[in-house]
C-alpha cells in the first residue's frame, strides 16, 4: 500500500514539474472582487457591466452575489493604467503586458509602448499608485 502511495506521489511531481514551466502567465492578475480569488482569463470570466466599465468573476454565482451589493465589491477591482493612471474600462479587451509574473493592462494603445520602453518606473509607480492617484502623467493623449 505504501509503496503506491510514493508511486502516485512521484507521479503527481512529474506532473506539475511539467506542467509548470511552460504557462507562466495563466493568470489574468485580477482578482475576483467577491470572493478574492484569481481570475485565470478574462476572456472566459463572467463580466459585469457596472458605471460604464466591466467588472470580472471567477464564477456565475460571484456575479449574483456582486448584483446584491454592487457598490460594496466595485471598488475592489478597479484596474489603472500604470503610465497614465487612468482606470481601464474593460481589461478584457485593454492592451496588456506582462512584466516580473504580473499583467498590466492600458487604457490605450499608446500607453503600451511607453510602459515597454520603462517597465520598472512604470510597475512601480503603480504599486504607488494604489489608493492614491495624484501627481500621474498623461499628457500628451486623450481618450
Ligand atoms: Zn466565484
Ligand atoms: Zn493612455
Redesign the pocket.
Known amino acids: 500500500m505504501r509503496a503506491i502511495g510514493t508511486i502516485l506521489l512521484v507521479a503527481l511531481f512529474a506532473v506539475t514539474a511539467l506542467a509548470a514551466p511552460q504557462k507562466p502567465v495563466a493568470n489574468s492578475g485580477l482578482t475576483c472582487p467577491v470572493s478574492g480569488e484569481a481570475i485565470k482569463s478574462l476572456k472566459k470570466a463572467p463580466s459585469v457591466q457596472y458605471e460604464g466599465r466591466s467588472i470580472y468573476f471567477c464564477c456565475k454565482k460571484c456575479v449574483g452575489e456582486f448584483n446584491t451589493n454592487p457598490a460594496k465589491y466595485a471598488p475592489k477591482q478597479v484596474v489603472r493604467?500604470p503610465?497614465?493612471g487612468?482606470v481601464v474600462k474593460d481589461p478584457g479587451k485593454a492592451q496588456t503586458a506582462s512584466y516580473k509574473g504580473r499583467s498590466y493592462y492600458?487604457?490605450?494603445a499608446?500607453?503600451k509602448p511607453e510602459f515597454s520602453k520603462n517597465p520598472e518606473k512604470y510597475a512601480k509607480a503603480q504599486g504607488k499608485a494604489q489608493g492614491n492617484r495624484s501627481g500621474m502623467q498623461?499628457e500628451e493623449?486623450s481618450?
Open positions: 493604467c503610465v497614465s487612468e492600458f487604457c490605450c499608446k500607453c498623461h493623449h481618450h
